[in-house]
């Protein structure tokens, strides 16, 4: 998961290096170390460097990091070939590797031969049963071959001895929203908050969720969600405003008629909108029309 | 009662979809169409715009409310209303129309009764380079009597097609120069709201 920061470094390191300024090997740590996903830069850029003698020998030992790096960003370009080579030459660097081994069944992975890949996985993992790739790597597999409910299985089983993995958390979570199963993702998120409660994606994440599971309390806890997400966020998280206006409007719906113990305050609602027609009209003027009749449309 | 439809697509509501399934190569994408009944031939609607909506928890509801008021607002104030739903699956060899899919078809359907679900060819898509296949690379789902979202039949019935019989051949030109990369979407527009999802530079 990257910050808005790391994201604009990453983009400006990109743009960088596709206008001929140089820094290639500065982005191709940087996309290492953030664990995005940008295969053909690295691919395109990492080759370059791997074909280049000089080069490739600058970087000493870190070659073989590069090697495992344009690898994989090979097969999610489907250049198989050249996947095929990387690993010829860190078999002979690295001979009885175990992460040679998995490069290989991510290679058989990429040409669809499933049981082949289960099986070099399977037999990886009696060495070590720990390894949290490969444990990944079958839920990848599942739901690449469409076992939805084999890769929750598998994954479910893998928080139970990695529950500290958040991404694996979250890959969870967005499984369960897309087949609406949205109090388990919800569940998800639950737990993402408990242990990193100040990251706002998260909370932002469970207010959505809430509010598509509706009912009252859940529209209510959502907007309490969508709230911290602003204060985390220093209010500027566009989503979470629109999250406010979105809730105050169920909720008075919602409530029509019966007794509210605890009137709504429509402060939270106002301040809200003020907030997204004063970015809308600095940033987006083009649009603030249609955000202010948006915003009437949903005042009761 | 199930109404025999022509959905003619303009080239560059069709184009605008696809490029933005290309652009998010590794997850489902969804968008919507605009459009209307042909004021002089009530069996044809006809869509002159769509809007691309998200790459990301397409099941969610608060970002699909928003992108539906501020989409109707726009469209109704020119007369066109939200006339269908697009749909591309995350995996490439996925063919079926999912719950998600048909959900939001159900619920435009509240609005427009004869809107229609169209769902993402992989495999026309892929094919599309090598072939001079005209036909859209996108399968038609339409409601039947029982409201059950049903495959239109090449037979006859409810059918699409693009406006402009040539609409693959920019649509391959646009590929080849990855175009892809300048469409914008409700996603982008929420994560930053000087991104806009009109896309009014998009085909100049």
Redesign the interface.
Known sequence: MVSETEETQLNSLENQVDNGGGGAWEYLCLVRKLKVRRSEKVFKYGLSILNDPKKRSALGPEEWTLYEQVAIAALDCQCLDVTKDCIKVLQKKFPESKRVGRLNGMLLEAKGSWSEAEKAYSSLLEDNSLDQVIHKRRVAMAKAQGNISEAIELLNKYLEIFMADHDAWRELADIYVSLQMYKQAAFCYEELILSQPTVPLYHLAYADVLYTLGGLENLQTAKKYYASTIDLTGGKNTRALFGICLCSSAIAQVSKGRNREDKESPELQSLAATALEKDYKQRAAGKLGLLTSALRSMKF | MVAELKHEISQNAYIKLVLHALKHK?T?VNGVLLGRVNPQNESVVEIIDSVPLFH????????L??AL??IE??YGSKGLGIVGYFHAN??F??AELG??AK?IGDHICRYFPQAAVFLLDNKKLEALPKGKDQSPVMQLYIRDASKNWKLAGPDGGSRLVIKEPAANVVLSDYISSEKWQDVVDFDDH??D??M?WLNPELFK
């Open positions: 590794t489902a990301s928890n397409l099941a969610l509801l608060p970002p409310e928003i008021i501020m607002e726009h995350e995996r060899d996925d719950i998600v959900n929420l994560d709201i000087k806009d």
